[in-house]
């Protein structure tokens, strides 16, 4: 029993166990080397408590992701503009269907950095290995919006956990940006995770304006999450 001046040991084993969470990381030895530095983000559905990370020296900031419940209609919630966008898609004859294309999607990907006149900060080699990771492991999908001639005009990659599906990356083709083709995309992945019972899809893009702009033609819900890291001992500021 725990008494009135006694601390509650529920909590006690909670802080207890702080420094313990993230160990793995911490003691990680290239976490220790000269130009390296490490990101966890505390997103949706882990914990919030970060303080094991600063304790140990790391530094902390505050994210936002965008989260859509999918208990609800989601043709009902989105904006005026998105419904527009999703209809003029279907007048175009635009679809969207799973279909995995990792060399697509690398070419969408450079097609959508040569839009803002910069390049992947990413090589072909790393993208193409964990699109192989996420296909193999059965880790996630992917998901094109094709025209009626079977251009692919956009391309997202969704990851899942056991309660939540995460746009991890999404890429377009310039030429199609008109078509209104992300927004039918999005709209009918959101719709396939609602039917596979996920409560939510993490539509991410909470941290960069131009991002924000179109997820939030979904009015889905703006959510602050954790983000902590740490660079090597050398490592300039």
């Keep these: 029993m725990v008494g009135s001046g006694s601390p ?10 702080l420094n313990d969470c993230p160990e793995f990381v911490i003691d990680f030895p290239e976490c220790h080397t000269p130009r390296v530095l490490f990101k ?9 408590d970060v303080r094991g990370f600063t304790r140990n020296g790391w530094d902390a900031k505050v994210y936002y992701t965008y989260m859509l419940p ?3 209609d989601v043709s009902e919630h989105i904006s005026k503009n998105a419904r527009r966008s999703i209809r003029k ?8 269907t799973e279909h995995f294309d990792a060399e697509t999607y690398w070419e969408l990907t450079k097609n959508t950095f040569a839009k803002q006149n910069s390049q992947p900060p990413f090589s072909k080699k790393h993208l193409m290995n964990m699109l192989d990771a996420i296909r193999e492991k059965n ?80 009015n889905p819900d703006l959510v602050p999450y954790y983000g902590v890291e740490r660079s090597g001992p050398d490592t300039p500021s």
């Design 70 to 72: 999918t208990d609800r």
């Design 139 to 218: 880790l996630g999908e992917m998901w094109v919006a094709k025209t009626p001639s079977g251009e692919v005009a956009a391309a997202e990659v969704i990851v899942c956990d056991s309660k939540t599906a995460h746009r991890w990356s999404a890429a377009s083709a310039e030429e199609h940006l008109n078509t209104g083709a992300a927004s039918l995309l999005l709209s009918e992945v959101v719709t396939h995770f609602a039917e596979r019972h996920y409560p939510s899809v993490n539509l991410m893009a909470g941290n960069m304006a131009r991002l924000s702009a179109f997820i939030a033609t979904f």
């Design 40 to 48: 966890v983000s505390y997103n949706c559905g882990m914990t919030s």
């Design 89 to 96: 898609a279907q007048k175009l004859g635009v679809t969207a």
């Design 8 to 17: 509650d040991m529920r909590f006690l084993g909670r802080e207890m166990r």
